[in-house]
């Protein structure tokens, strides 16, 4: 059975970080692409970050560039968001999203296997 599992969220004060893991089970990401959206409260889920299935291309949305990097580690089959310089608008449940293809994309209908999703929260 195919098993997204996002940790790493919580409550974090405006300018801090997070870094959140998404581990895979059930079969290899290596030749997958990755990506992490976010949905806030009332709010559409939206494209966080994605990444390639070598980690050699990453995407990330306007609102988070230069503050988030994503990153993958193959070997542990893990997926990572490193979060610096969190603020109030960056709140919300974190979703790990896995293709069955080697690139990514912006859209979450691209993605085939999904994570439960993570909190974070950030106070102002």
């Known amino acids: 059975q195919v098993q997204l599992v996002e940790s790493g969220g919580g409550l974090v004060q405006a300018g801090g970080s997070l870094r959140l893991s998404c581990a895979a089970s059930?079969?290899?990401?290596?030749?997958?692409?990755m990506g992490w959206f976010r949905q806030a409260p009332g709010k559409e889920r939206e494209f966080v970050a994605a990444?390639?299935?070598?980690?050699?291309?990453?995407y990330y949305a306007d609102s988070v560039k230069g503050r988030f990097t994503i990153s993958r580690d193959n070997t542990k089959n893990t997926v990572y968001l490193q979060m610096n310089s969190l603020n109030a608008e960056d709140t919300g449940v974190y979703y790990c999203?896995?293709?069955?293809?080697?690139?990514?994309?912006?859209?979450?209908?691209?993605?085939?296997?999904w994570g439960q999703g993570t909190q974070v929260t950030v106070s102002s």
């Open positions: 999203a896995a293709a069955w293809d080697k690139s990514y994309s912006v859209y979450d209908g691209w993605y085939d296997s």
């Open positions: 990444i390639n299935w070598r980690g050699s291309t990453t």
């Open positions: 059930g079969w290899t990401i290596s030749t997958s692409g």
